[in-house]
């Protein structure tokens, strides 16, 4: 019987799929990802089979089992495929974390990841404005949390952006969000220590549930993975929880009503099938600012850019990613518009040498408000390519948040913290005695 704990609940939706799932393989002959994993000539049940084998046993995943949960980007095609009902990605998000419990790849991450959120935020953002990112308020009954995640904070003008637009259609809202307030994935499918991420987990909640809130507003795609689909239904919650997104779209005729200014340019919106869902409510949402014309989405696998989407699997992503700029060619557009914090510094740092320039879909609200968008401080930053010189012009910053770091050293871990080298197992350094 499940104990209230997250690893007991994780138990428990490990032996709901052991019993539903038949090892057909209509999930992995439906997977974008095989033939770029080197499995087209596995036989498909005998993956899955793979997969259920460490569910029930444990242990390490290996062969093409192991190559096929490797390269997952999250995109969710298995779901409709399967007979039975069954979430393969939920499947496989569990049986990642199962195998990481033997062996992971990224020991540490958490740890690494805080850090640089910790440094790059505090090179950024006055004082002010980090502690309202990365200290959780004093508790007080508001009827929304604005749920900003971990790593969204690296590129905190999104989030500011986002705070402009909830605060232009008068939301009373609280923001929770950085490392302290995880949702707890690191912990559970990177580093297989499911018992950690259940605490992790339950003090998220738990300070969710402090605020009395009708909704939490989440911005992090893998948060709302994790926490909207992987732990669906783990603990007792007396509020919503879903993407700012699906809030905006209901509060769209507000926001029509106070648009004060055209914003005249012709984008490509870019896009996840994983999450769908979300790339509509942005192309809805974009409809309706003034002067902006929509060429189309361009469509890309996974249900996000980054460690935990389509970088999983590099073949996909590079294929996905050409069609998205041969489409922006083709309809002349003149800047892809991004949705998540992972994919606007990734599609910003290829704009530097291909591609079209790169928006935020929150740029777009803001100007139409009337207001002026955050500056993307991390773009110019790559551009210029100088990390001592850039470590130097960032100590006065540091220095204002009581950051102390020596400028050399923060130098060379400049151009692996601005693309979040730390997922891919760099960063040592971060969690190295000095």
Not at 253 to 271: K, N, Q, S
Request: glycine share 10%; proline share 6%.
């Amino acid at each position: 019987m499940p104990d209230g704990s997250l690893t007991s609940f994780m138990a428990s939706r490990a032996e709901d799929i052991l019993s539903a799932c038949t090892s057909c393989g209509a999930c992995v002959e439906a997977c974008p990802v095989v033939p770029h994993a080197g499995i087209s000539d596995a036989e498909p049940g005998a993956v899955a089979g793979g997969v259920l084998q460490v569910l029930r046993d444990g242990g390490r995943l290996d062969g093409p089992a192991e190559a096929w949960v490797h390269q997952c980007n999250g995109c969710g095609e298995c779901i409709p495929a399967c007979p039975e009902g069954v979430n393969p990605r939920n499947m496989v998000m569990l049986a990642a974390g199962k195998s990481a419990e033997t062996h992971s790849d990224t020991p540490q991450l958490f740890r690494k990841m805080a850090r640089a959120i910790r440094l790059m935020a505090a090179m950024q953002l006055a004082p002010a404005d980090l502690a309202r990112l990365l200290q959780p308020p004093r508790p007080r009954a508001v009827p929304v949390v604005f749920y900003v995640g971990c790593n969204a904070v690296r590129t905190p003008h999104l989030l500011f952006n986002a705070m402009y637009v909830l605060d232009a259609i008068e939301v009373d809202y609280e923001v929770l969000g950085g490392p302290a307030a995880c949702c707890g994935i690191i912990h559970t499918k990177w580093e297989g220590e499911t018992e950690a991420g259940g605490r992790v987990t339950d003090g998220t909640l738990r300070r969710f549930g402090e605020f009395e809130p009708e909704r939490v507003l989440s911005w992090c795609p893998s948060c709302q993975l994790h926490i909207g689909e992987t732990v669906e239904g783990y603990g007792e919650a007396a509020f919503a929880f879903e993407h700012v997104t699906r809030f905006l779209v209901e509060n769209e005729g507000r926001l029509r009503g106070l648009y004060t200014t055209e914003v005249p340019m012709r984008v490509l919106l870019h896009a996840h099938e994983g999450m769908a869902d979300l790339g509509e409510n942005v192309a809805r949402l974009l409809g309706g600012v003034p002067g902006l014309d929509i060429a189309g989405i361009a469509w890309e696998s996974g249900y996000t850019c980054g460690g935990s989407g389509q970088d999983r699997s590099p073949g996909l992503k590079a294929e996905r990613r050409r069609e998205t700029y041969a489409m922006a060619r083709e309809t002349g557009a003149e800047a892809l518009v991004s949705l998540y914090h992972g994919c606007h510094a990734q599609l910003s740092a290829a704009a530097e040498t291909e591609g079209p320039s790169v928006v935020n879909f929150t740029d777009f609200l803001v100007r139409a408000l009337g207001g002026e968008p955050r500056q993307d401080l991390l773009a110019g930053w790559r551009m210029a390519g100088d990390w001592q010189a850039l470590a130097a012009r960032s100590m006065p910053m540091l220095e204002r948040n009581a950051v102390s770091v020596d400028p050399d050293w923060f130098a060379s871990l400049l151009p692996d913290m601005l693309t979040s080298r730390e997922f891919a197992g760099g960063l040592d350094e971060l969690v190295r005695p000095r």
